[in-house]
């Protein structure tokens, strides 16, 4: 499974980016998707999941009630909308495809990875 992860940029504090992940090669297999971040100088960190049949999503605290995660399989895309941004939002964001199609915050059970997209967020 190819991974490739877009929307990323600048934008002033509460302001919203909308990410997309495109995946391609093995989709035909049922994965769960997840984002997670890396701000500098720190480790990454889970954002959000969801699971294949987008019946379930969990979100990390810090961004719970300002971001949606959601998926079309049709289009083998998942997106995250990320609304009131605020500056320690700022990070590269990764998107993320599960060996399971059960929604996951756990990063070892990810097996595979886009490149990331850079989100900052202005004071």
């Known amino acids: 499974v190819q991974l490739q992860a877009s929307g990323g940029g600048l934008v002033q504090a509460g302001g919203s980016l909308r990410l997309s992940c495109a995946a391609s090669?093995?989709?035909?297999?049922?994965?769960?998707m997840g984002w997670f971040r890396q701000a500098p100088g720190k480790e990454r960190e889970f954002v959000a999941t969801?699971?294949?049949?987008?019946?379930?999503?969990y979100y990390a605290d810090s961004v719970k009630g300002r971001f949606t995660i959601s998926r079309d399989n049709a289009k083998n895309t998942v997106y995250l909308q990320m609304n009131r941004l605020k500056p320690e939002d700022t990070a590269v964001y990764y998107c993320?495809?599960?060996?399971?199609?059960?929604?996951?915050?756990?990063?070892?059970?990810?097996?595979?990875w886009g490149q990331g997209t850079l989100v900052t967020v202005s004071s």
């Open positions: 090669g093995r989709t035909y297999s049922r994965y769960a």
């Open positions: 993320a495809a599960a060996g399971t199609a059960q929604a996951t915050d756990v990063m070892g059970l990810y097996d595979y």
């Open positions: 969801i699971s294949w049949s987008a019946g379930i999503t």
